[in-house]
Structures are given as C-alpha cells and as structure tokens.
C-alpha cells in the first residue's frame, strides 16, 4: 500500500494519457491519475485524493517537458472546465486518440484489435480550432464565461478560440447586454446566421433549465462522418434492390436524410426519444418527399415490439451511457446482416461490442474521427457484419 498521503508531494513519469484525459502514472504500485500533463513527461504532483486502489494529484511542475507540449491558444486553458487537451500539440491528440480507441476495445470488447489495420488513423478535424457550431455560456451581471473546472465559479472570458468566429464575436455583446443571472446557448443555424437561446433572469436556468435536441457540434467533420457512414452502407448494401434500414437513436435526421437521398428504395425507420427532434425531422420528411417512417419511442421499447428482418441493416448512435443492454442482446442475436455503431466514448462502445462478439458478429473496422479537437474526447464509427453461415 502506498504509504504517502493528501498533500504528500512526488515525482512522477506520465506512462500515457486514459479516457478521460489526464495523464497515468504510476508511484509504490499504486496508480496515478493527473490532469494536464503529457504523455512522457517527469512531473511534480501534489497528491489531492487516494482511493483504495488508485490516486488523484494535481500538476505542481514539469521537470522534463514531452516535445509534444504546446503552449495553450486560450488564455484560460486549464482553468476552464472546457477544453482539456490545448496543452498538446494536435497531431499527438490524434494519435493517443487511436491508442485510446483501440485499447479500449482491447480491454472490453474481446475483438482482436492486434492488426494494424482494424483501427484506422483518426481522421482530423478540418479545424482543429474554431469549429463548433454552440456553445453554453454562463452569464451574471457584467460576466460571461464558462465555469471552472470541477466548480460553479465563473470563468471570465472575452473569446473562444474553439467557438466558430461568428460565435466568438458575439461574447463581448452579450456580456454588455444580459441583465440578470442564468445560462444562454449561443448557436449558428444552417444558413450561417447566429442565434441565441436562454439568457433569462433565473439563475435556475444554471441547474438545467435549458433542454435542446441533440446536434454535432461540429459542422465540417460531421459532414466527414457522414460521408463515411453512407459510403459505407452503399459498400455493404449493393447488392441489395430494396434494403431495409433503422436508423435508430435517430435525433433529427443528422444520418437519416443522407441515407434516404442515397436509397431511395430503402423501407426507412427512425427511431428516436426527443419529441422535438422528431417533430422537426417529419417536418422535413414532408417538405423533402422522403418515404421516412418516424417514431416516437424509446429504442428498446421499439425493439421489444417488432421482428427485425432477416438481412437488415442498423445504424446505431446513442447517447455518451451507450445502449441499454437489451437494445444490444436483441440486435446482436436477430438476423440482421450490418450494423453500423457511431459512438463518442470508447469505452462503452466496446462494453456494447462485446455482446456482437459473444454471438458471432465480425468486426470489420473502426474509424475514429476527430470531432472535439482540443479534448480527450472522440467520435468511432465501428462496422460489424454477421457471417452468413450464422
């Protein structure tokens, strides 16, 4: 057992970076964890917490710097409960961002991850900064900004360097503008105009009072994922005249409308929750002329009510939790031929996966995509298809 304690101060080497973010070390065979650090570097940490089988510091010094340590394009990196990740250079992000994905699949999922070529390198933003599409902000009288890390005290800031630029200009007006306390989303729609959505003067609206449907936040790489899931459908689907498809953890449409201009033939169901993003999206069925069946419901209520055909295709894209285990245990035992899982946490994404395995599905590939540059944070695009003799 180690023997220092809260407050104790060591010297650590940084073997790598975890899910999560922060660095992982390792001191009297007791784990680590420490934030903003650098895979390689040798650091001075102040031990904050020790749990039975792990432990938590914060940064004090670096004594030996990676070469891949940058200095941070916001002022308030690290400060921010944000962006974790500025402090490293952006092809590294990438990189550790594979590694992430494939050892978690390695640890999880059962699937031999040992060839090089089953997890591709992560496809990169095409900003690495200025790239979201919203943000939240937290506002009181003459402040705006974000909170502090692992608290509700406010963050000034006057930028940010992740927002698109239309967005960015906006901070300043709105500092000078809002009255009151609360939280205001800040958002650019589809022809490239800002709007904003909150900004009252209940501080309630601090503790969730603001509920949006569900979007990428990152307009030019989204389109990347598109492209890439209804290339890979098209790939997998070509020698099907009719195919059958669920797009299911639908949202408003984000995949749905793509595949339904690619398969015009295609029998079409969207499953999803939200009931806004379902009202939007048979708003747009309509005014495009899709033949889009949408429905309302919970994916695994949906799934405990019907007979998926033999030879069906999925697409799969649930929240950050993942798939309830149901939804998982009925699709990987039906008879459907494709799945496609579109995921943006490793680590349950292989806790899903595992049950595909456990019954026989393949894992062809998996494509990481970058879509939160400067966070530990990633996209996967994983393709399972069933052998035909099962």
């Not at 790489?221 to 209804?230: A, D, E």
């Not at 419901?297 to 999925?314: Q, R, W, Y």
Request: charged residues 25%; aromatic residues 6%; contains cysteine.
């Amino acid at each position: 057992m180690a023997s220092f304690k809260r407050g104790s101060k060591i010297k650590l080497h940084i073997d790598r970076l975890s899910v999560g973010g922060r660095g992982v070390g390792r001191s009297e065979d007791l784990v680590i964890f420490v934030p903003d650090v650098c895979a390689g570097e040798e650091v001075e940490v102040e031990i904050t917490n020790v749990k039975k089988n792990f432990a938590e510091g914060r940064l004090v010094s670096i004594l030996k710097a990676s070469p891949s340590r940058i200095v941070p394009p916001c002022p308030v990196a690290g400060v921010c409960g944000g962006c974790n990740w500025q402090h490293i250079a952006y092809d590294e992000q990438l990189q550790t961002k594979r590694e992430l994905v494939r050892e978690s699949l390695r640890k999880f999922s059962g699937f031999d991850v040992s060839a090089e070529s089953l997890v591709q390198p992560v496809i990169a933003s095409p900003r690495p900064l200025r790239y979201r599409n919203r943000i939240q902000l937290h506002h009181r009288p003459g402040l705006i900004g974000y909170y502090k890390r692992g608290s509700h005290a406010l963050v000034e800031i006057d930028d940010c360097p992740i927002a698109e630029e239309i967005i960015a200009n906006e901070i300043p007006r709105l500092r000078d503008s809002l009255k009151g306390s609360g939280r205001i989303e800040v958002y650019v729609s589809e022809d490239e105009t800002v709007h904003t959505r909150g900004g009252g003067q209940s501080a309630d609206e601090d503790e969730g009072g603001l509920s949006f449907a569900f979007s990428q936040v990152n307009t030019q790489q989204n389109r990347n994922l598109v492209s890439v899931v209804i290339s890979t459908f098209m790939t997998k689907l070509m020698d099907f005249d009719d195919p059958v498809i669920f797009d299911l953890y639908a949202g408003s449409g984000n995949f749905t409308f793509p595949l339904a201009k690619a398969f015009p033939s295609a029998k079409m169901t969207a499953v999803e929750l939200n009931a806004e993003s379902v009202t939007r999206a048979r708003e747009q069925t309509t005014a495009l002329k899709h033949d889009i069946r949408w429905v309302q419901n919970d994916v695994g209520s949906f799934l405990a009510g019907v007979e998926l055909p033999h030879g069906a295709a999925v697409l799969l894209d649930p929240p950050r939790a993942g798939c309830d285990p149901q939804v998982i245990q009925k699709l990987a035992s039906s008879k459907l031929s494709l799945v496609l899982y579109v995921s943006c946490h490793p680590v349950t994404l292989s806790r899903d996966l595992k049950t595909f395995r456990e019954l026989g599905w393949t894992l062809e590939s998996v494509q990481p995509f970058d879509m939160f540059p400067q966070t530990d944070h990633v996209e996967t695009l994983a393709v399972l298809t069933r052998p035909t003799s099962v």
